[in-house]
């Protein structure tokens, strides 16, 4: 079915991404870049088209950095002992992510200037947002944040098929946490809360996740979710 197939190349995508963090650091810095400068910039109020164009740059960045990991795979594939033009491949990949983050550095500098100026004459003022912008910030950084720590301790061939810790328990209960936050309301946050662990507990019954995964990952959201809303609130 179109949807089955939709969904299952999703996944791989998702499992690409997940397996070149595990094994180029290079991925992990960028990743780690990313979730700085993107709590920093909701954190001193850059304006919306500020953010939107620091976005668009981390995004780049980090595809020109999973691209050139693919060129190497590749490459070392087709021509597993030195070869010169093997050696030109990797590093007119390398030159181009090299070129993607000094711009984005440069332009990115260019954006936060002022901010960073402000920052050291009068100390950090937080800016503060909406519980839904912080909703919307929550659900990027537990993300980088599962990737990460899927990177560093997964030991399996699949990690999107486990690993520490569960992301769709992390996803869910971050959800949960910002749905009371932004309603108020017990019902719907009760609700809320029922069908995040709904979802954690499916993680078990397909045995995906061990108990500790899951736990792990809903903990990773929740708590997550909560201290940016009190830092950005």
């Known amino acids: 079915m179109p949807l089955k197939k939709w969904i299952d190349s999703t996944n791989n ?23 700085l400068v993107l709590i920093f910039s909701y954190a001193v109020g ?7 164009i620091i976005s668009i740059l981390t995004i780049f960045v980090i595809t020109a950095e999973l691209l050139n990991t693919a060129i190497e795979t590749v490459v070392d594939l087709i ?8 050696r030109i491949a990797k590093d007119v990949a390398a ?14 500098y260019i954006i936060l200037f002022p901010y960073l100026i402000r920052f050291f004459r009068r100390g950090l003022s937080i800016t503060p947002h909406g519980s839904n912008e912080i909703a919307v910030l929550s659900v990027i950084i537990v993300l980088i944040l599962v990737v990460l720590l899927k990177s560093l ?16 328990a992390a996803l869910s209960f971050s959800a949960w ?6 309603t108020h309301n017990l019902i719907v946050s009760v609700l809320s809360f029922i069908g995040a662990l709904a979802l954690a507990k499916s993680r078990l019954e397909t045995r995906t996740h ?16 909560y201290l940016l809303s009190i830092i950005l609130k």
């Not at 995508?13 to 979730?35: D, F, M, P, Q, S």
């Not at 597993?80 to 033009?85: A, F, K, R, S």
């Not at 301790?153 to 769709?168: A, D, N, Q, V, W």
């Not at 946490?177 to 932004?182: K, P, R, W």
């Open 79 to 86: 021509c597993p002992h030195i070869n010169e033009q093997a």
């Open 210 to 225: 061990t108990i500790w995964e899951v736990i792990a990952g809903a903990l990773l959201g929740a708590v997550a979710t």
């Open 177 to 182: 946490v910002s749905i009371t936050i932004i």
């Open 95 to 108: 030159g181009a992510v090299l070129i993607s983050a000094v711009g984005s550095a440069i332009a990115g």
């Open 46 to 52: 850059v304006t919306t088209l500020e953010f939107l």
């Open 13 to 35: 995508a998702i499992e690409g991404i997940l397996t070149a963090a595990k094994h180029e650091r290079h991925v992990r810095y960028h990743l780690y870049a990313a979730a």
């Open 153 to 168: 301790s997964s030991k399996k061939g699949h990690p999107l098929r486990g690993g520490f810790p569960s992301g769709h």
